[in-house]
């Protein structure tokens, strides 16, 4: 059969699903670990909160009325850079902010044994995470879920999953590689968490939620003050 015999093929790739990798300069992530763990030894015990759910996990600030960069000021200059990597994030999407609030923002220390169960974030538009202390051999990275899997997605029709052939498209997981001084940014609505369990002590994450303070069209705008 010749070349021009054949038939030819591609797939195209839409509506992908942007997960933004940040990592900060080593001198800037040694500063700001010495500082997350110092808030973290020093917080009150009402700030902590450990979930039924995740008994493995102790959480700092993890409640409606609390905020780690409101309740601790020597962690303004994190809270900075968080806030200029989310607007370069957002403008590399191709959409207009000019300003974000970081209107809740938390401590995670993961103990052996520890999980986190898949969930998603209603009150925001950008979430992120920090891996604060993190070993890759030991400590699971996050993954997020393939909504768009058959069995994960309900309104889809099945066809078999070959298993022994996981690609992007079939995979209910999608795994990014994660190492410490890393932020993961996505957009808020997308489920993630992770199910490999802890194998070491101290998988140490600070996790966040952004939203614009104003979104306008130019004639009508919403902004929070």
């Not at 010749?2 to 990798?21: E, V």
């Not at 920090?130 to 066809?159: G, M, W």
Request: aromatic share 12%; with cysteine.
């Amino acid at each position: 059969m010749s070349n021009s015999d054949k038939i030819t093929s591609q797939i195209a790739n839409i509506n992908p699903q942007p997960i933004g990798i940040f990592t900060l300069p080593k001198d800037k992530h040694t500063k700001y670990k010495e500082l997350i763990y110092k808030v973290f030894n020093s917080a009150p015990e009402s700030y902590k909160t450990i979930h039924k759910h995740e008994p493995y996990c102790v959480h700092l600030c993890n409640k409606r009325d609390r905020n780690v960069f409101r309740d601790f000021k020597e962690l303004k200059d994190l809270e900075e850079d968080i806030k200029k990597i989310v607007l370069e994030y957002i403008h590399f999407l191709g959409y207009k902010c000019e300003q974000v609030m970081v209107n809740s923002a938390w401590m995670n220390n993961a103990s052996k044994n520890a999980d986190l169960k898949y969930h998603y974030h209603i009150n925001s538009y950008i979430s992120g995470n920090y891996f604060v202390n993190f070993n890759k051999e030991l400590h699971p990275p996050l993954n997020f879920r393939n909504d768009r899997a058959t069995c994960i997605a309900p309104s889809l029709q099945a066809i078999c999953l070959e298993k022994s052939k996981l690609t992007m498209y079939n995979d209910h997981f999608i795994t990014i590689p994660s190492y410490e001084g890393q932020i993961l940014l996505w957009r808020s609505h997308v489920s993630h968490g992770f199910h490999k369990i802890n194998e070491a002590d101290d998988r140490f994450t600070l996790s966040f939620n952004t939203v614009p303070t104003q979104i306008t069209d130019g004639n009508y705008a919403f902004s929070i003050v």
